[in-house]
């Protein structure tokens, strides 16, 4: 790597039907999208594509991405370019905050046969504006090595018995990534500076409640704001959480701007918005 080269905190989880990939920063995802495809179908003979999910928050500095990133009607158009206009596109905005999040889903309706379907489901939470004495532990100022930072700051507390590798950068920022003897993972992204202070936390641990988890997530890195967004398909263990999350106003210190819920082609989804009570 030389001296000039940029550090990415990105993850890429690799399952026998799935490809999940995390990034941030100026990374382009969807350049990406072509290659591993054509990966897959030389490994694997994989040839269709069933599902397809992209999403992100607004970003914080739109101005300093690529050109297609900066826009996501650019992304769309990309996007749909390749899946040859065979996806939807919604937004989902908070009524008292200037956050956003988007999604692209596949929507095509062509038959994938009689194959057996797996629970599935997925927990995310963005959050922003984080306390910054919390921040301090991704630092190597304060943290001598990542496995301090996991420890310090509780992060190997909120879904134990997972095996984590986890990265602390230079001069500052973090990343781990989780897995459990089931499969299920973990992967937690930090920007700590606070000018523009990030932290992504998701999972695909199937719960009946998300209730606790999320509150012990939210109580870790104590963020102003936060983003909860949830897919499960129809058999999945986690599909109650839907309903919970409508009722869910309050969270601890925090208290739910908004909530919404829709159906796509194998997923419902839930998004919803949290900000802290003023104190």
């Not at 963005?126 to 306390?131: A, E, G, I, Y």
Request: a negative charge; charged letters at 25%.
């Amino acid at each position: 790597m030389g001296k000039h080269a940029k550090v990415s905190e990105s993850s890429m989880f690799v399952t026998k039907r799935r490809i999940i990939l995390k990034t941030c920063g100026t990374t382009t995802p969807i350049e990406c999208i072509k290659p591993l495809l054509l990966n897959v179908h030389e490994f694997t003979g994989f040839d269709k594509v069933e599902d397809v999910f992209y999403s992100r928050k607004n970003f914080e500095r739109p101005e300093l991405q690529k050109d297609t990133y900066r826009n996501f009607k650019l992304e769309i158009e990309s996007l749909d370019i390749m899946f040859k206009g065979t996806g939807v596109a919604k937004c989902m905005r908070s009524p008292k905050t200037d956050d956003s999040w988007y999604l692209y889903a596949l929507h095509t309706v062509e038959c994938f046969g009689k194959q057996k379907q797996n629970p599935d489901q997925t927990l995310e939470i963005l959050m922003t504006n984080l306390d910054p004495d919390i921040m301090q532990i991704f630092t190597k100022e304060q943290s001598a090595n990542a496995s301090q930072a996991t420890q310090d700051s509780g992060i190997s507390e909120l879904l134990p018995n997972m095996e984590i590798d986890d990265f602390l950068f230079e001069p500052c920022g973090y990343s781990m990534n989780g897995i459990a003897k089931e499969g299920h993972y973990m992967t937690i992204h930090i920007t700590p500076q606070q000018e523009f202070s990030f932290v992504s936390f998701e999972t695909n641990v199937p719960q009946s409640s998300y209730k606790e988890l999320i509150l012990k997530v939210l109580k870790t890195f104590q963020p102003e704001k936060c983003v909860l967004t949830m897919f499960t398909n129809e058999i999945s263990p986690s599909n109650s959480n839907h309903k919970e999350f409508k009722y869910l106003r309050h969270l601890g210190e925090w208290q739910q701007d908004s909530n919404k819920t829709c159906s796509l082609k194998n997923h419902d989804l839930t998004v919803s918005f949290y900000s802290k009570y003023p104190s």
